[in-house]
C-alpha cells in the first residue's frame, strides 16, 4: 500500500480522482479554428470579432444573418474570417446538448479600391 492509499480515506480517493480528471480537462483544452481568406490576401484592417450563437440545434440563430459594419467601400470585400471555439464555448455546447452553440467570428476587410487619376 503506498502512502497516498494509506493517508486518503475512500471518499477522499474519489475526490481526489475528480479533481485530477478536471484538472487534466482544463489544462488539455483546445480550440477550433476555420480560416477563410481571399485568393489575394492583402487585408487593410485589422480583426474586428463578435460572438454568434444558435440555439436548438440551428433552428434560431442570433443573429440570422451578419452584415459586417466596417466593410463599407463598394469595392471593399472581406479578405479573411476566422471562425473559432474556445473551451468554454465547446463546453457550453456539450453541457446543453447542442441547444446552444456559440462560435466567435472574426472579419478583415481587404484594402480600398485604387482610384486610377486622370485616365479612362
Not at 502512502?3 to 489544462?27: D, H, Y
Not at 440563430?61 to 468554454?88: I, M, R, W, Y
Not at 455546447?93 to 441547444?99: H, K, S
Request: glycine share 6%; hydrophobic share 40%.
Amino acid at each position: 500500500m503506498n502512502k497516498l492509499t494509506a493517508v486518503l480515506p475512500r471518499q477522499g480517493k474519489k475526490i481526489f480522482l475528480a479533481l485530477s480528471i478536471l484538472f487534466v480537462v482544463i489544462t488539455i483544452q483546445s480550440c477550433y479554428h476555420y480560416r477563410v481568406i481571399n485568393t489575394h490576401n492583402e487585408p487593410g484592417t485589422e480583426y474586428r470579432d463578435t460572438v454568434m450563437r444558435a440555439y436548438f440545434w440551428g433552428l434560431v440563430n442570433k443573429p440570422q444573418n451578419f452584415h459586417v459594419p466596417n466593410c463599407t467601400d463598394t469595392c471593399a470585400a472581406l479578405d479573411e474570417v476566422v471562425f473559432s471555439k474556445n473551451f468554454g464555448q465547446t463546453f457550453l455546447t456539450a453541457i446543453t446538448l447542442g441547444i446552444v452553440s456559440p462560435v466567435k467570428v472574426q472579419w478583415k476587410c481587404h484594402k480600398p479600391c485604387q482610384r486610377e487619376i486622370g485616365g479612362l
